[in-house]
C-alpha cells in the first residue's frame, strides 16, 4: 500500500507558474499526475519512472515538466505558461507498472492522492 500526498496547488493568473509536489510512501516505479475539472472526466497530465522515462499529455507539452527525487519517494510537477484552461483539480497517482503505453490511462494506477486545487485567473 502506497500513500500519496499532494502539495503546492494555489492561484496564479494566466501566464504564471506553480510547482506541484507529491510524496509516496514507499517506492512507486511510475509515478504520474492526472488533472479533473468540474464537470469532465479526470485526464492524464504527465508521468515518469523511476529510471527516469517520462510521458506527457498533448496539452502540457512544452509547458509542464514532470521530475523525481528517488531518495525522497517524491514526484514533482513543474507548470509554466498556466492556462485558464489548466483550472483543475490535480491528483497523483502510483503504480508498479513499467509499460510506457499505459501510463495515461487511469485504470493503470492502483494508488491516488486526495488532489490539490489549480485555479489560473485570466
Known amino acids: 500500500q502506497v500513500q500519496l500526498v499532494e502539495s503546492g496547488g494555489g492561484l496564479v493568473q494566466a501566464g504564471g507558474s506553480l510547482r506541484l509536489s507529491c510524496a509516496a510512501s514507499?517506492?512507486?516505479?511510475?509515478m504520474g499526475w492526472f488533472r479533473q475539472a468540474p464537470g469532465n472526466e479526470r485526464e492524464f497530465v504527465a508521468a515518469i519512472s523511476w529510471s527516469g522515462t517520462t510521458r506527457y499529455a498533448d496539452s502540457v507539452k512544452g509547458r509542464f515538466t514532470i521530475s523525481r527525487h528517488n531518495s525522497k519517494n517524491t514526484v514533482y510537477l513543474q507548470m509554466s505558461s498556466l492556462k485558464p484552461e489548466d483550472t483543475a483539480a490535480y491528483y497523483c497517482?502510483?503504480?508498479?507498472?513499467?509499460?510506457?503505453?499505459?501510463?495515461?490511462?487511469?485504470?493503470?494506477?492502483?494508488?491516488w492522492g486526495q488532489g490539490t486545487q489549480v485555479t489560473v485567473s485570466s
Open positions: 497517482a502510483a503504480d508498479s507498472n513499467l509499460n510506457p503505453t499505459t501510463w495515461g490511462s487511469r485504470a493503470t494506477y492502483d494508488y
Open positions: 514507499g517506492r512507486a516505479n511510475v
